[in-house]
């Protein structure tokens, strides 16, 4: 079982609908958890970051944890074809350069006009 | 003024050579990554370089040897290669000495490398 699971999709929704993006996780001492967005052909660029369990909002993008469950979540209102991309959800258990962060294989996202 | 910088962004060659990447970050970072993604966008760790010390070494093949002449360089060679180091090599920076929050890893652009 690998320690992030991440549905690959693809995904795709009309523009200005709700998206939702899962992963679940086995290790419970995560603690840093984050949302990286990856236009095709570029590096992946963080996005949203939460620590510990709780909701995280940035305008349009919301971040969820429940670490009961293990299980994180993003949202995304509004949605725009700029949205766009695929969405890799991250996770760490600590702060330091020397923690390795665990990604998920990534969700393709497509948001038609 | 990008802020990290890779090269070559792309890289085509027979198996059994030996290639080069190259990464610079101007952000004044003091630690530097090397992700492999491959072509189901998995990305994974492979080393981690925290002023020129060499801290994360995941289970890669020796063939894969990453060097840090400085803070702002790591640079990856890879000896003998082989078919299935065909994927996408990502370099990475963070500051992690001082920092307040969590320490954010910017992404380089990417090397897709290509072994026939």
């Known amino acids: 079982q690998k320690e992030v699971e991440q549905d690959p999709g693809p995904l795709s929704v009309p523009e200005g609908a709700i998206v939702s993006l899962n992963c679940t996780y086995s290790?419970?001492?995560?603690?840093?958890f984050m949302w990286y967005r990856q236009y095709s052909r570029k590096g992946p660029e963080l996005l949203m970051y939460t620590y510990s369990s709780g909701n995280k909002e940035d305008g349009r993008f919301t971040a969820q944890v429940d670490k009961s469950s293990k299980y994180i979540s993003l949202f995304i209102r509004d949605s725009q074809p700029s949205d766009s991309a695929t969405y890799l959800c991250?996770?760490?258990?600590?702060?330091?350069?020397?923690?390795?962060?665990?990604f998920g294989s990534g969700t393709r996202l497509s948001i038609r006009p | 003024d990008t802020a990290v910088s890779q090269t070559p962004k792309y890289l085509v060659t027979q198996m059994g050579n030996d290639k080069s990447i190259k990464c610079e970050q101007n952000?004044?970072?003091?630690?530097m990554y090397w992700y492999k993604q491959d072509s189901k966008k998995f990305l994974k760790i492979m080393f981690s370089?925290?002023?020129?010390?060499?801290?994360i070494n995941e289970t890669v093949p020796n063939r894969f040897s990453p060097k840090s002449p400085d803070k702002a360089h790591l640079n990856l060679h890879i000896n003998s290669l082989e078919l299935g180091d065909s994927a996408v090599y990502f370099c990475?920076?963070?500051?992690?000495?001082?920092?307040?929050?969590?320490?954010?890893?910017?992404f380089g652009p990417g090397t897709r490398l290509t072994v026939l």
């Open positions: 290790n419970s001492a995560f603690q840093y």
């Open positions: 370089y925290n002023n020129k010390e060499l801290i």
């Open positions: 991250a996770m760490s258990d600590r702060r330091s350069s020397a923690s390795k962060i665990i």
């Open positions: 952000l004044g970072h003091d630690t």
């Open positions: 990475a920076s963070s500051q992690a000495q001082g920092a307040s929050s969590y320490n954010e890893q910017f």
